[in-house]
């Protein structure tokens, strides 16, 4: 069990209402709010938000068995979580994502955009070149030039043929009543359709049940408001999140090139910031990336370095979250230490028991849950 910061709680069972997409009662008291990171970075991402009788799991990049190895580790119980939201389709944030949710039977909340994303992804798909194309299309156009022709030879010989064809009429089929043998011919292709629809498990798009939301339109699950905000980043339809229940205020803004001012109007009075400082940049510059790659990742729709966090910590921060967390440091292109001195610096001696206490997520290991 990880050690958890805040004020020691009593834990009790609480008796659910029914609610939307709510789950059986659990050990959680009601008034306790709760962040738990599970995985921050490039090989998944993934974090639990606890409120009263609700929990919501944040991403699932990780695969279904190290999600829940992750959370009984960090005293979360995986059959109590009420939902998934997803901020966006790449695959260190939905790696586990279907298989988590048809185990647990429940939602996973997606913009419409970043759902048609994951599809295409996971949907097996074939690439050709114009030229295969073009022939593709001949074949196909003979085909119909041939059934066509054919089918008017079989007219004619159907015309000639129609009395010997009506005498050659097998005994039981002429016993058949016109309407049964119509309705056998329906029931007979009925059952050839079902049987060429895959199944649901071979299918690895379907979820149990799916939630479209809108960039910039609050909506609740259960107990927890949730207001999603578009950031400047490289996928379909990228989201975070600012997560609100019982006075406390969680946001999450991991994966953007830049910092913009709809960003920065959200990331103002929380309690709890979760902020990406995925890379120092002459680590990333003089690193092992493809120099397509480096400048992927330096675009204004890549990922915040460790200087851009900090301005934004130094200049456009309020300093008002008990916490701020550094998310999604690179492995290959920033070292922990880095981050948190550069952070450090530009919070300017703001740190404290009570205000801007500065904590780093990691990649191979859960955070220990904050409490509020």
């Not at 659990?26 to 970075?41: E, H, K």
């Not at 939301?213 to 949730?226: L, R, V, Y």
């Amino acid at each position: 069990m990880l050690p958890q910061y805040g004020p020691d709680r009593r834990f009790f069972h609480v008796v659910r209402s029914s609610l939307p997409h709510m789950r059986s009662p659990s050990r959680y008291p009601r008034n306790m709010v709760r962040f738990t990171v599970l995985a921050s970075g490039s090989k998944g991402n993934s974090a639990v938000v606890t409120a009263g009788r609700t929990r919501i799991l944040v991403d699932c990049g990780l695969s279904c068995r190290e999600l829940f190895r992750r959370m009984k580790l960090a005293g979360e119980e995986p059959e109590t979580l009420d939902a998934i939201v997803i901020t966006h389709e790449h695959s260190d944030h939905v790696n586990g994502v279907a298989v988590t949710a048809r185990k647990l039977g429940i939602p996973v909340y997606f913009t419409e955009g970043t759902h048609r994303a994951w599809m295409r992804w996971l949907s097996p798909r074939r690439q050709m070149t114009y030229t295969q194309w073009v022939e593709q299309c001949r074949k196909q156009a003979a085909e119909r030039q041939a059934e066509a022709e054919a089918s008017a030879d079989e007219d004619e010989a159907d015309e000639t043929d129609l009395a010997s064809d009506s005498a050659a009429v097998p005994a039981e089929m002429a016993r058949i009543a016109p309407a049964e043998a119509l309705a056998a011919a329906v029931e007979a292709r009925k059952e050839a359709d079902e049987s060429t629809v895959p199944a649901k498990s071979a299918d690895p798009t379907w979820l149990p049940v799916v939630e479209f939301f809108k960039a910039g339109e609050p909506f609740s699950i259960g107990d927890i408001s949730i207001s999603p905000f578009t950031v400047p980043h490289d996928a379909a339809d990228p989201v975070g999140f600012v997560f609100h229940a019982e006075g406390v205020r969680m946001a999450v803004a991991t994966d953007l090139g830049y910092i913009p001012p709809n960003v920065k109007a959200q990331l103002k009075g929380l309690d709890l910031l979760l902020l990406e400082s995925n890379h120092d940049l002459e680590m990333l510059r003089d690193g092992p990336y493809p120099w397509r790659v480096k400048q992927r990742v330096l675009s204004r729709v890549g990922h915040l370095s460790n200087e851009a966090a900090a301005d934004f910590l130094e200049d456009g921060y309020d300093g008002q979250a008990a916490y701020v967390i550094l998310a999604h440091l690179s492995e290959s292109n920033n070292l922990p230490e880095l981050a948190r001195v550069t952070a450090e610096r530009a919070l300017n001696g703001r740190a404290s028991l009570l205000a801007n206490m500065l904590l780093l997520a990691k990649q191979h290991e859960p955070l220990a849950s904050l409490y509020f």
